[in-house]
């Protein structure tokens, strides 16, 4: 069924995706070709794991290779073709194929996949509001890309939720590039005869009508219900046992396993640099970053943290009284499941994201006043606008809102300002 899953999202919209690129030609139609070679090599390997069991760490990154070789090159292909009218299509995917990563993500891929997704949308949002008046085809190719990122995100979600399973018997794979797809085997043929003929007496249709057919017999071999047995009858019986009490040590870890801190992290991966499970460390640095780069926050408590430079976009993931200061970002601020946290722009920022965090207090400059605010399930947020003297004013961000039928039988909602 993973194997299905996965040919269902090549040949829909995948292949709508590569047919509009096609058609659009140039650059775009060359770029296409490498992502149909990345969903290619990753469909191989996808199949691999369905017939395998799961291999060595170092067979399994020979085994990787071909995909992430296809990442390598799309995103070297937007590199190297900067001055393409046709960059924002470019920017879009290579922000984006990322994605096709998350046979590397545990416990939680599918997440990942929608985190890639929407890194390429600033660029998506581009070509909508470029090619929205002058041609269609560009439209619908935006919106068969993102489409293919969101089927291969209920792909993981629905075939590999806790990461990508090696469901097969076989020997474990080793290095080396999988074999191409084949045919599935037909399904198995059912054996009758394995489940006992007529005469088994467990399987004996004709004994089990006789016992129903007995009448009132049936009823002969119950025991009969003395008052004494009755609970309306015998006070006694309603108290029952005593409930059981669990320790306090069990009830905590009932449920789920206790959480573990790890120690903190602050690595370079590629274009991405990762800080986690920084505690109480105000003086984290992130310095000579590059314009795609990426810098991602997780479980950081009570930190600090400074980018300078212009990079990609900046990811706070499951932080507490955590903040963030930077000089400009291409794409987006987004702040997720979050408490108490802060940020500060120096510069320019396109657009602040904050979906299920509790209290942010969110610093402008006078270059980002023209910033786009998208805000989900969410409280406690206020933005800081500069005077111009230094000082700032405190807007809070509406969490209220009312909303009514109108006559045309659609919703209308407004704000509900709070007067406390």
């Not at 004996?204 to 009132?216: P, T």
């Not at 019986?237 to 040590?249: E, H, M, N, V």
């Not at 970053?289 to 810098?295: L, Q, R, T, Y």
Request: some cysteine; aromatic content about 8%; glycine content about 6%.
């Amino acid at each position: 069924m993973s194997v299905l899953g996965y040919s269902d999202i090549i040949s829909g919209p995948l292949a709508q995706y590569l047919q509009i690129s096609a058609q659009i030609g140039g650059d775009v139609s060359q770029h296409s070709a490498l992502v149909r070679d990345a969903f290619n090599a990753q469909f191989q390997f996808v199949q691999l794991a369905s017939e395998s069991s799961q291999p060595s760490n170092n067979d399994l990154m020979n085994l990787l290779g071909p995909t992430s070789e296809k990442i390598r090159q799309i995103q070297d292909y937007r590199e190297k073709h900067r001055t393409s009218p046709y960059f924002n299509h470019l920017s879009a995917i290579s922000e984006s194929i990322p994605a096709l990563g998350w046979v590397t993500i545990s416990p939680a891929p599918s997440p990942y996949v929608k985190e890639m997704n929407d890194a390429g949308q600033f660029y998506t949002n581009r070509v909508l509001k470029e090619w929205k008046e002058k041609d269609k085809k560009h439209f619908d190719w935006a919106k068969a890309w993102v489409q293919t990122l969101s089927d291969l995100q209920a792909f993981v979600k629905q075939h590999h939720t806790t990461g990508l399973v090696w469901s097969g018997k076989g020997a474990p794979p080793k290095g080396g590039a999988p074999p191409p797809p084949g045919c599935p085997p037909p399904p198995p043929v059912l054996d009758l005869s394995s489940m006992g003929g007529a005469g088994d007496a467990g399987l004996d249709r004709s004994a089990l009508f006789a016992e129903i057919n007995r009448g009132e017999n049936v009823t002969k071999g119950l025991k009969k219900v003395t008052s004494d047995m009755q609970t309306h009858k015998n006070p006694t019986l309603r108290q029952g046992p005593a409930p059981f009490k669990t320790s306090a040590a069990s009830s905590v870890s009932a449920g789920r396993p206790a959480q573990v801190d790890k120690p903190p992290s602050f690595v370079r991966d590629g274009k991405k640099w990762m800080i986690e499970y920084q505690k109480g460390n105000n003086n984290l640095l992130v310095e000579n970053a590059e314009m795609n780069n990426v810098v991602y926050l997780f479980k950081c408590e009570n930190s600090t943290v400074q980018i300078r430079g212009k990079i990609n976009s900046i990811t706070l993931d499951s932080c507490k009284k955590t903040s963030v200061v930077f000089d400009s970002l291409v794409s987006s601020m987004e702040f997720i499941n979050c408490q108490s946290v802060q940020m500060q722009v120096l510069g320019k920022v396109p657009t602040i994201s904050i979906d299920k965090t509790d209290g942010c207090q969110i610093y402008l400059s006078s270059e980002s006043l023209d910033v786009d605010i998208i805000s989900s399930k969410s409280s406690e947020m206020n933005v800081m606008v500069p005077k111009g003297d230094g000082d700032y004013t405190e807007l809070p961000i509406p969490e209220q809102y009312r909303t009514k039928i109108n006559s045309k039988k659609t919703l209308t909602t407004e704000i509900v300002e709070n007067k406390g």
